[in-house]
């Protein structure tokens, strides 16, 4: 039964992503993903008490995978190239998953409306995430490998800014030109 129980927690999870990715926080209900997983509403309530809460794990879900990538690529071994492609494929996986925009980019206007909880842990990974790629891009200065003007962390902003929009603009102009931007984003970090 608990495996059962963690089981549908996992879809309910993973649905509840997919919907905030893709539609955004206010555009889906727990309707919406009882009829999707065939379960009552009773059944997401069971693992998600309110929608905070599903919004609350999505977060932490993120963060988990993120700290995920963090140890992959924390070996010094590894190459900073491989460091930031680790990073864009966070993004490229988002465009390949029907056209869904990054947790940032869907929470980013209703962050005002999000609770305090949520909003303490979005800004949290917001945080951690800068701090990595600040760092990976810091490294690849140091090392000849990447060029750019001013401080890492305000090209870290300048990255994740650019990787975001270009998410959102592509739901309109195509998966083409995000790909593109990914390109432009390599091009202009290369010192060569």
């Not at 609350?56 to 992959?72: G, M, P, Q, S, V």
């Amino acid at each position: 039964m608990v495996g059962k129980s963690l089981n549908t927690r996992q879809k309910i999870l993973h649905l509840g992503e997919q919907l905030l990715k893709g539609k955004g926080l206010n555009a889906f209900s727990y309707s919406d993903i009882s009829s999707a997983l065939g379960v009552k509403n009773a059944a997401i309530h069971y693992h998600f008490h309110g929608k905070q809460d599903l919004l609350l794990a999505i977060i932490e879900e993120n963060i988990t995978r993120f700290d995920e990538i963090i140890k992959k690529t924390g070996d010094k071994q590894v190459d900073v190239w491989d460091k930031l492609q680790a990073f864009l494929d966070i993004y490229i996986s988002n465009i390949e998953n029907n056209h869904q925009i990054c947790l940032f980019g869907s929470l980013a206007s209703d962050f005002l409306t999000i609770g305090a909880a949520e909003q303490v842990n979005l800004k949290s990974f917001a945080e951690k995430i800068l701090e990595w790629l600040g760092g990976a891009l810091a490294e690849g200065k140091a090392l000849g490998k990447f060029k750019f003007e001013g401080d890492p962390r305000t090209r870290a902003v300048t990255v994740c800014a650019t990787l975001a929009g270009g998410l959102q603009l592509a739901r309109i102009t195509g998966k083409q030109d995000f790909y593109e931007l990914v390109e432009q984003v390599k091009a202009d970090l290369n010192a060569k």
